[in-house]
């Protein structure tokens, strides 16, 4: 591993230019450099293989985050997968016909959800959940959804915030809704994981009237007992179509939906990031009643037909079954969190520890949080790591990776214990705190 | 070329199967093979190669038809394309960091379009369009749009039709916009191409309430002297953001969009299939006044940072300008435009021919015209062509391709001739006449 002096060089430079030619930067909020460490993030990597990634300047980095925002359970440039889709390359990715392999994905996805008869395909998660609210409308013919969580950038989603700050707990907090058109205001009602009562006040007052409860079944923590269940009944008592969004969530503790662990039954689910290993794939299954409401209105798109997508998922799911990856995850995910608790409790560190094992994430008990977690970042970095308050699990996270991250993690927390005991924080960071949320730059 | 006799066996066993399984069978309206051949299109390509695909009985077809709906300019599995996209698997296609690539695909797309400033990209056509018109709103802080022709599935666009068939005469006749909320009523405004007395109608209604102006620069014909001209002025005077959608006409008769031959600057234009010669990639460019716009709102998505769509395009761009593949679709589109028009003469049929050279596309002047064109793709598959009304030119099209097609298409206007004669068209086919537009499936 490099050891790192802040001086991200050729990546922080075209950075520079980038937010030049491309307004915010980015194409994907979670990966501006600003919500690591702003000026000394490496920004652009130039490879990625298995869990390492390598910077503009050649620099390798062990990467102990997000993980491609969860995109990657096999790891980068997974061979397995990648060996597919080179055939799928060599026997070309288009034509005027269609990808048999989309019907073969269909029936795997179908086969891991028996509750599920039909499947469409999209190639991303805001995209794909667009598609799924959009069949939700067509088959109850009403417009109002109610959502607790995250779920894409696209308007029927953003339409929250044009009453109220709504999303402030479920996005992002003080994001307007620019350009969102304002007819959508009124047709999204939020509740919070596991407010059962705050759900209940939602149904009294729109009942009928939802098309749709969209959510993810499970979040930081798993549903309370009868959570799950009550919104499946509810959902049924009034005609309106259960959505579970697993786009993060799924193939993370099993392959297929994490609702399969809490015996609860959507009528739609919905995947992306899980199931193709980085290449662009979506999907939303559902009961055929639901499903078929698609044929009702018009959802088509060009490259929802191309070979890549398919053949990445067919393979991507098939080698975490055969593999048993989901239990990998899990494990991964548990040593981590076991490590962070020993190092908090080595150098004196208060953590509050959340998130289900292959997705974990911890918060520091400080003031000055923000400041706190990229003095972290930055004393990771400096240690060869690429790390933020969470580590999404790969199936290319080994044991000695495992091993060398907490030890650096031990390292960092107690340099962090040290600042904040001396109130050096500031001082030692080489650059400005990192953002938080949703923040225009400058 | 291999001859067909009817029998497309597995590919319709296999789309038999797809319909219980996804709803609308295929993942794009104009991919169904309803569209073309009910009951005896092979529907699935096992290889495509060039201009050349193979169906999963391994029978080989030249591709004379939309070329997988005019998303592989430089024909199907392009060598260098696809030499491009094995580095950049090779490499990893996900990471947390970003690709450096889409900087480079940022500043080429404006080096091409020197009225832009800054790009944004998506992986869909759909998507990119729904991506420029949030960020035309919020730039204006406005909600209605005036609009001309097809712009894609999602709601913003669909909203159209919520009050009449307003899509009718754009998109497909009889579309129902089932699951668009109905708040989006009110919001969309068609006016034909080259109606400038429509248009002006438009504006003088709902004038400074307009957020956007979005049309093809384009369409079946070209423009009549003043018209983008006076939509131009209109929308600067107006405050409204003028979007040309380039999705379809992009990387047609240039390197880029089709407006630079047109010496008229939108304030946005919008990128899709062009670009990628079909792997997944999108693009939004515009002034910068305009695309800052998009910081202040939420447009944000895992996929649209994986590097093949940038890669792709970085290559297919390159090669497009390099080799002067423009030049080429145009002499392509012109040999088949005469071709037609020779064998129609020489078979009696009287034929209507439209389109940019590199989109052509003719009518067939006769009554029970869906039928006619069923026998003529009928007569065509037999002789190992997938063939339709329309031929979208690819680089890969070479003059014996084209030699040997207009031969087929002198044989089969010459079946579809008598056939009309005889009033023999139907007992002729041996299956049922294809759908012209948008149709439920049984
Ligand atoms: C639960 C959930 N839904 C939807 C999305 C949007 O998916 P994408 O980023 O692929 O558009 C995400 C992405 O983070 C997500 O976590
Ligand atoms: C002009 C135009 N706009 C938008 C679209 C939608 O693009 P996509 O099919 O990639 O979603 C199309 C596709 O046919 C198009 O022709």
Known sequence: MSSNTGDTGRGQRLYKKARTLIPGGTQLLSKRPEMFLPEQWPAYYSRAKGAEVWDLDGRRYLDTTHFGVGACVLGFADEDVDQAV??????????????????????LLIELHPWADMARFARCGGEVMAIAVRIARAATGRDKVAFCGYHGWQDWYLAANLATDALGNHLLSG???????????????PFMYNDIEQFRRVV??????????????????GPAPGFLEEIRETASRLGAVLIFDEVTTGFRVLTGGIHRKFGVDPDLAAFAKGMGNGYPMAAVIGKRAVMEAAQSTFISSTYWTERVGPVAALATIRKHRDKNVAEHLIQVGRTVKA???????????????????????????????AAVVTLFIQSMLDRGFLASAQLYASYAHQPAHLEQYLGAVTESFDVVARALEEGTVEKLLRGPVKHSGFQRLA
């Not at 994001?175 to 009602?189: D, I, K, W």
């Not at 007052?205 to 930081?220: D, F, N, Q």
């Open 175 to 189: 994001l307007e809704p620019a350009g969102v058109p304002r007819g959508l205001a009124n047709t999204m009602f």
């Open 86 to 107: 080179l055939g799928a390359i060599q026997s070309g990715t288009m034509s005027t016909l269609n990808a048999p392999e989309e019907v073969e994905l269909a029936e």
């Open 204 to 221: 009294e007052t729109h009942g009928k009237e939802l098309a749709a409860i969209v959510m993810e079944p499970c979040r930081a923590e």
């Open 339 to 369: 490590g962070w608790k020993r190092a908090a409790e080595q150098t004196g560190l208060t953590l509050h520890i959340d998130g289900i094992d292959p997705l974990a994430h911890f918060d520091i008990q400080c003031e000055h949080k």
